[in-house]
């Protein structure tokens, strides 16, 4: 896929591994039964470093080591990730165990401490297997190739189904220019990021304040535009490395490519994004919500998150019920400035609303619209330019019974 604003292509075989400089690795130590469950990420030079974590005031250990990490001076070289506990409301001990995990790491890659950055997801209370994760540390089998990358996205998965993995690459200053992404989540997701993890490696040239500036605005717009279940985790991660390998002159706002590498980071969050929306607990179908026509962006994002994040619309896509008012009553609610009487709205093809008036389809060819595994509600307020998006998927059955069993 090529898009011909910027010639950004899809790599379709690529991953954390394929920009210059990163290798990748994952194994299973039995803090889980079966699947992997430690994984690392490495770069071979010093790395600019950016991340962005949870809103829950109630943080996990983790979070605070990596931030740590990251404030010495902006540069990390590896991170060392476990799923199965999540290390959150551990106390002292927590923070000890996420200390050691990073200096463990540390050490058997010969680098500074506070070039590596941890990160732990899973059941919330519990203290870590220490026994389990320290003594294989020095067992993951770094490699650039893609089994390696296979594997670390198997590792940090909890209840997803699916890996999510995505990668780009682009021209920058004449020379090659790649952005890959791993991510995990599927429950207890919620705008604003939720139990979801994502690794983000690049061989662009840009220094740590400006990867920070490009991260946040890109994530604005992508994975806090997502929502599964409405709640918020305690160890939520976006994380970036960008190795400088590819060889650019260094990426600023002022760079006549600056639009391009951010566009190009945020198709890869946005590709994770989805990827996490899609494979919500449970979950059937992928929701993408576009409102158009609000008082500013800001707004619409506003009410698209909250019409994907309605209880009742998802319970109707999961129904195949194309039921209107559940979509109206969401706007209504939003805290968006709406004019009751402007609002048009429709579910794929089908044009339900009009001005807010209702209009005539047919109930049978909506249905069968909203059987299948991607669903699109457009919205349009009529009210100004703003323009904003938001994923969610569909509320099952399924998602209760995985919840109501899973810490037993």
């Known amino acids: 896929?090529?898009?011909?604003?910027?010639?950004?292509?899809?790599?379709?075989?690529?991953?954390?591994?394929?920009?210059?400089g990163f290798q990748a690795a994952g194994m299973h130590t039995g803090v889980k039964r079966k699947r992997n469950d430690l994984g690392m990420i490495y770069c071979d030079v010093p790395a600019s470093a950016a991340a962005l974590y949870t809103q829950n005031v109630i943080q996990a250990a983790p979070l605070k080591v990596t931030k740590k990490s990251i404030a010495e001076e902006g540069k990390l070289q590896a991170v060392i990730v476990n799923s199965g506990n999540a290390n959150a409301c551990t106390g002292k001990k927590g923070e000890e165990?996420?200390?050691?995990?990073?200096?463990?790491?540390?050490?058997e890659l010969s680098l500074p401490e506070h070039r590596v950055a941890v990160s732990s997801t899973g059941i919330i209370g519990l203290d870590m297997l220490m026994d389990r994760i320290l003594p294989n540390i020095k067992h993951l089998d770094l490699q650039m190739d893609q089994e390696a990358a296979a594997a670390f996205n198997q590792s940090i998965l909890t209840t997803d189904a699916i890996k999510k993995s995505t990668c780009y690459q682009t021209v920058i200053d004449d020379v090659p220019v790649t952005i890959a992404g791993s991510a995990k989540g599927s429950g207890m997701i919620e705008p604003n990021m939720g139990t979801m993890l994502a690794f983000i490696t690049t061989d662009a040239a840009i220094e740590p304040d400006m990867l920070q500036l490009a991260l946040k605005d890109v994530t604005d717009q992508t994975f806090n535009c997502i929502t599964v279940d409405g709640d918020t985790s305690t160890n939520d991660m976006v994380l970036t490395m960008a190795s400088g390998?590819?060889?650019n002159a260094s990426l600023t706002p002022a760079h006549k490519d600056w639009d391009v590498f951010v566009e190009m980071l945020q198709e890869t969050c946005e590709d994770l994004a989805k990827m996490i929306a899609r494979d919500g607990e449970g979950a059937t179908k992928l929701i993408?919500?576009?409102?158009?026509?609000?008082a500013d962006d800001e707004?619409?994002?506003?009410?698209?998150?909250?019409?994907v994040g309605s209880s009742l619309v998802k319970t109707a896509v999961y129904g195949a019920d194309p039921n209107w008012g559940r979509i109206i009553a969401a706007i209504g609610r939003s805290g968006a400035d709406v004019d009751a009487g402007t609002i048009d709205a429709s579910v794929g093809p089908f044009q339900?609303?009009?001005?807010?008036?209702?209009?005539?389809?047919s109930e049978t060819a909506a249905s069968d619209y909203l059987m299948q595994d991607a669903i699109t509600i457009t919205v349009d307020l009529n009210v100004g330019d703003g323009f904003g998006k938001a994923w969610g998927c569909d509320l099952t059955y399924d998602y209760v019974?995985?919840?109501a069993s899973y810490r037993t």
Do not use: C, W
């Open 245 to 247: 390998k590819a060889g």
């Open 352 to 361: 339900l609303l009009e001005h807010s008036q209702p209009l005539p389809f």
């Open 401 to 403: 019974r995985i919840n």
């Open 1 to 20: 896929m090529l898009t011909a604003k910027s010639g950004i292509k899809t790599l379709e075989k690529g991953s954390v591994v394929t920009p210059d």
């Open 288 to 294: 993408e919500v576009q409102v158009a026509g609000a």
């Open 97 to 107: 165990d996420a200390y050691t995990m990073r200096n463990a790491a540390a050490e």
């Open 299 to 307: 707004q619409a994002v506003q009410v698209a998150k909250t019409v």
